[in-house]
Nanobody, 124 residues
Framework: VQLQASGGGLVQAGGSLRLSCAAS????????MGWFRQAPGKEREFVAA?????????YYADSVKGRFTISRDNAKNTVYLQMNSLNVEDTAVYYC?????????????????WGQGTQVTVSS
């Protein structure tokens, strides 16, 4: 499966962005999907994930809980990350990833497919 992330950009603190991850090659309806991010000089970190079973159970990093929402539209083969109340600490390259399993995980090593990343920059 190929993943194409988009929707990044420059936004002021307190603003919102919606990232999209469009999949091709395979239907993602049977894949767990995740979003990760990597800031300059830092390791990649988990942001959010969604399972494909159980009504799409979601998981969030503590740092984004209550501000970010992950969702999926299996008909469009796309996963979204709605990001609200952005702050400068959210500045990073955001990557979407797919896991060949019904259950999501918070570790990047559990994901087999990765998109190319989209830059999110939050200015103060």
């Amino acid at each position: 499966v190929q993943l194409q992330a988009s929707g990044g950009g420059l936004v002021q603190a307190g603003g919102s962005l919606r990232l999209s991850c469009a999949a091709s090659g395979r239907r993602i309806s049977s894949y767990a999907m995740g979003w990760f991010r990597q800031a300059p000089g830092k390791e990649r970190e988990f942001v959010a994930a969604i399972s494909w079973s159980g009504g799409g159970r979601t998981y969030y990093a503590d740092s984004v809980k209550g501000r970010f929402t992950i969702s999926r539209d299996n008909a469009k083969n796309t996963v979204y990350l709605q990001m609200n109340s952005l702050n400068v600490e959210d500045t990073a390259v955001y990557y979407c990833a797919a896991r060949v399993s019904r259950d999501a995980r918070v570790s990047g090593v559990d994901y087999s497919y990765w998109g190319q990343g989209t830059q999110v920059t939050v200015s103060s």
